[in-house]
């Protein structure tokens, strides 16, 4: 490339939003990238480095040419037999098009002639000029501004007062470097240069000025104060962090919370970590209450023991370096305190009233316009638990299950759930073990919002189970029901969160339950719902188990096959897919699958195929051969799949490789003569069933 050097492009803002910086830094550079490479102004082996820090965003990349090289361009203009005449003369069509294009009509006689489809065409061939840097980065910072992942854009006028800008913050200046030379393109109202500013209390010197682009994370640390790398950054505070816990032994860490170290990095410039405390009297209130307050409100990191128990100290990430740190370490101290007096009083009003006298309150709270209060939707979900555990135990269990779930929601009535929402379940098993009601109880109350993410523990014990899958089972069938289905990426119900919980409760505890009538049962719940809701319902909890299966390495061969037939335990699952797997590698599969498609196309034409067969009217000895492996075969294949042994029931069918083969080749299925054609009708039926009672293997055919 000519003049190729690295490039590197700065704008400098006011404070960013600090849960969108990561994205915004990503998002700039990769734009910035890609239209450079699609400019022939970068190649593919140019590499990409990403700046973000609270007031700047920022791209280094290298290889960059000062101009692209020139393209050739072939470009149709039309058929030969409209652009020239008779005698082979440009026509007027062909010069005013020439002409559109900068060219004359003396240009007509260098056309070339090449086949187009059943005709001949007129191609004109020139050089196009290679983008210079100055034009090609112009355009691509227009494209990485416009394309940024903004969350709220906002507009501010430049300082000649009138013109408006829109962007995330408003900008204050723009840096292009290529190589030592400056770029002047222009964005935001501001033209390039070579300078930048630091931190805004510790940088060397005011304007910080850039030598060449390679030099900008360097002169940035000395000059500015600022490590401008997000992934530095942050890997710097996650040092120090560590570094601050060991110094106070003990074993302790600080909390592990990766969303909260991003927001950290995005909120600091230079980080200085330092060790704060607080009274151990607020200790009595649930940790979860205080470290919420710390992380949500105060972005501090709390520090927890060896067994994982809330200590009273923890430690703040300063943007600042002062040789003394007393006043920042006593600032911080005295703001967390009245955070920490608010959980404690909300604590201790919360437990003045019982649980079970806040039930009666959520009947004048609404939960869906068309789906009444949070007290009906109460009542539903204890229908269910009461089901649920009954199928799943006996009495005792759904006695325990209908409690739970009638104190499961009471929680939202409190003051700690009013201020923190993330709490609710936690309060409820705390507020429940104040009340005196048994553990298993509690822990329902909190574990029925579980699992609350991919990746998150399932209830604890089967009063929790049973509280859970009530629970969701309920929001899915209310909202199908109301036709509130999940669109695209919206799902503001979080129903897709819902089913996958269901599921995973399904398929790792290997409940004895059947999918198929748990979405009945919970349905008919809700008289409004249409007739093809259920359905629907049903449809999208297995694509959700489809997608947890290929997620866990399942080929889509291997769940569509197992799936196809709707298993209702969803507990076999693993041990159908584990089945088909196995039969797939066996030499026999490959023909039975195709021969399992082949009867399942000939099944559907028929007009009627009952699964029985006259032995009297089996004529052909092929047809003879396979009825008699069928009815050898069969029943002890059946006999392995009612004892669970799904892999030793398929393969027992690989036997029946060899006359089912025969039969095709020897036999006319669709005999002129009707009780002929109905009883081999009949065998397909039997041995269709009989293949198919694993996975629909025809899903295995190429």
Known sequence: MANSHNLLVELFVEELPPKALKKLGQAFASVLLEQLQAQGLASQASGLTAFASPRR???????????????????KLMPVSVGLDASGAPAPALVKKLQSLGADASAATSLRRAPDGKAEALFYDSQVRGATLVEGLQKALAEAIAKLPIPKVMTYQLT?????????????????????DVVPVQALGLTAGNTTRGHRFEAAQPVVTLTHADAYAETLARDGAVIASFEARRAEIARQLAAAAAKVGGGVRPIDDGALLDEVTALVERPHVLLCQFEKQFLDVPQECLILTMKANQKYFPLLDVSGRLTH???????????DATAVVGGNERVVRPRLADAKFF??????????????????????????????????????ARLIGA?????????????????????????????????QGIMGRYYAQADGLPAEIA?????????????????????????????????????FAIGQLPTGDKDPFALRRHALGIVRMLMERDLPLALGELLGSAMALFPQA???????????????????????????????????????????????????RAFAALPEAPALAAANKRIANILKKAERADAHVNPALLQEDAEKALHAAVGQLVPQADAKFQAGDYTGSLQMLAALRAPVDAFFDGVMVNAEEADLRLNRLGLLALLHRAMNRVA???????
């Open 57 to 75: 965003l920022a791209a280094h990349v290298t290889g960059v040419a000062s101009q692209a090289a020139d393209k050739s361009v072939s470009q």
């Open 160 to 180: 000649d007062g009138w013109t408006d800008v829109k962007f995330v913050r408003p900008a204050h200046s723009l840096l292009a470097l290529h190589g030592s």
């Open 347 to 384: 604590f201790d009003q919360d437990r003045k009233k019982s649980l079970i006298s806040r039930v009666a309150g959520l009947a004048k709270v609404v939960y869906h316009n068309k789906l009444g209060t949070q007290g009906e939707r109460t009542e539903r979900v204890r229908a269910l």
């Open 313 to 323: 100290q923890f430690l703040v990430v300063s943007n600042i370096q002062p040789k």
């Open 391 to 423: 199928q799943l135990g006996d009495d005792a269990l759904a006695q325990h299950a209908d409690q739970a779930a009638h104190l499961a929601k009471a929680d939202l009535l409190t003051d700690m759930v009013g201020e923190f929402p993330e709490l």
């Open 443 to 479: 822990d329902a109350i909190e574990d029925h919002y579980k699992p609350r993410f991919a990746g998150d523990a399932l209830p604890r014990h089967s009063t929790g189970l049973v509280v859970a899958l009530a629970d969701k089972l309920e929001t899915l069938a209310g909202l």
């Open 530 to 580: 249409a007739p093809e809701a259920l359905g629907q319902l049903s449809t999208f909890v297995y694509e959700r188990l489809a997608g947890l299966l290929r997620e866990q390495g399942y080929s889509p061969q291997e769940v569509d096959a197992v799936l196809a037939l709707q298993p209702q335990r969803l507990g076999d699952v693993a041990k159908r897919l584990a089945a088909v």
């Open 696 to 702: 629909d293997l025809s899903r295995l055919a190429a």
